[in-house]
Each structure stands twice: as C-alpha cells, then as structure tokens.
C-alpha cells in the first residue's frame, strides 16, 4: 500500500476467478498478503464477498472487462 493515500479491498482470486479472500488496505500498510493467481484493487466496500465468482471478457473495443458473478 506504499504511496496509495485511501483505503481499497484487495480481492484475491484462482485462475479461475473465484474469489478467495477480501482484505482491506489502509494507506501505508506494509503486508498485505495473500496467496492467489490475481488480484484486483477496487474501492473500500466494494461488496464482493470470498466465494463470489469473476469472469473476465473482451468487450467489441477489444478491452478487457471483469465482471463479478454472484
């Protein structure tokens, strides 16, 4: 969380994007772990729960978008 000054849940998921783990970063917390394949930086209180499931598309502008599934 070095040089990050609000706080975000950090999701950590499988590789296939179920979610493992929600941790809350504070500004300067020095470990935040987690054992994962990815993880997304949303806002605080995003609301996405461990056992939620993502899944990761490619949108017609070739972008990728992540949607969580519940």
Do not use: W
């Not at 470990?31 to 993880?39: E, K, L, N, T």
């Not at 995003?46 to 490619?58: N, T």
């Amino acid at each position: 969380m070095h040089n990050v000054p609000f706080p975000i849940d950090m999701i950590f998921m499988d590789d296939e994007f179920k979610v493992l783990d929600v941790k809350r970063g504070n500004p300067e917390d020095d470990d935040i772990r987690g054992i994962a394949s990815y993880v997304l930086e949303v806002n605080v209180d995003s609301g996405i729960k461990k056992g939620d499931a993502a899944d990761l598309d490619e949108d017609d502008t070739h972008k990728y978008v992540m949607k969580v599934l519940d």
